[in-house]
């Protein structure tokens, strides 16, 4: 038996709506896209600006907040390089900070005090796997030193915790639709704010610096001014379709992501460690586990990959790629560079046979 680390099945439904937006004859930003921008709104209470992905979105919004030359971000390295590869474009300093521990691997305030300095603008808390803890902590802090809170909550969307979703309690928070997300669009992301003049600015970054898109001219020789220069960050009508389709089974989706997490860590839970509490808040985006040792976990990826199950790895700290070595020496993080070496990503997706979920179970008891 083989089970992919992950697999996309679209309705047959879907695919004739898809097929009749195609027949519309307009395929960049247009009704589509503002429909989902409004299904986010209506969902999360906050504006919403989408883009072509969550990438792009947290480069305008460093961007927006006027994060600039030799300014420093606190940000975790136990994260994907896009956290922090926007930072660098725009001549900010990262100032890497480490996890709490494998109960806990988002960034850790204490560490964070350590490198907090007069250049510190702002903070980036990374959303690990979608769980949300408690979030209390990281505003008080952003508070107290005037710094903003940003969040990376890639893998987060629709995770909400006391009724507030992930991306609502900083400043602006970026959710992302890549190919294996929760609502998987091939590439996509959301900006979510509530400052009006942040999401203002933001909307006019995606789109060059002008404010009317393309579909929304009444003439196509229309007149604009651009104040400042933006970039072309917008996504597609083909996006925001599969978007609003997606939308529409978001609690199905999750229910069935949440049964299957649930179930494998029931059964194995004796076995592998699992961060956080079984019942805190998430989106199941991915399922990370830890191993005891670096041994245990070479052993167990060439065991899976015998069985045919297809695994991944989140993450490599950022802190030890090239391009940051280069620039600022072999920086140390020792719970980062421990949890990256016993991490493994199992398979979680909705569409997942129960064959399969039994066989990954089985498997891992077995090994
Ligand atoms: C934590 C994190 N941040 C940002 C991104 C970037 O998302 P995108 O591929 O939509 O640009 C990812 C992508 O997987 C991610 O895992």
Known sequence: MKVPYFRIKLREEEKKYFLRVLERG??????????????IEKMTGYKAVFVSSATAGLHIVYKALEIGK?????VPSFTFTATIEPLLHLGAIPVFVDVI???????????????ISKRTKAMVFM????????MKPYLEFCKEN???????AAHAFPAKRDGKFAGTFGIAGVYSFYGNKNLHLGEGGIVLTNEESLYKKIKLLRNHGI???PFEKKELESEYDIKFPGFNYRPTEMQGAL????FKRID??????????????????????????????????????????????IDLIRYLKEKGIQISHHYPPVHLFSYIKERYGRLKLEVTEDLSKREITLPLYPDMENEEVEYLIESLRDF
């Not at 307009?26 to 299904?39: A, H, R, T």
């Not at 521990?101 to 490198?115: F, G, L, N, T, W």
């Not at 959303?127 to 408690?134: A, E, L, R, S, T």
């Open 101 to 115: 521990s494998e109960k806990y691997p988002v960034i850790d305030i204490r560490d964070a005090e350590r490198k």
């Open 252 to 297: 199905e989706i999750q229910n069935k992501r949440r049964e299957i997490y649930l179930k494998i860590r029931k059964e194995v839970e004796n076995k592998f460690i699992f961060p956080y509490e079984t019942n805190m808040p998430s989106s199941y985006h991915i399922n990370p586990i830890f191993t005891k040792n670096e041994k245990e976990r």
């Open 243 to 246: 978007a609003n389709l997606l």
């Open 211 to 213: 404010e009317v898109l």
């Open 146 to 152: 005037n710094i903003y809170l940003i969040e990376d």
């Open 127 to 134: 959303h690990y796997g979608g769980f949300i803890v408690d």
């Open 26 to 39: 307009f395929l960049s930003f247009g009704k589509e896209c503002l429909n989902f921008e409004e299904n």
């Open 70 to 74: 030799y300014e420093e971000v606190l």
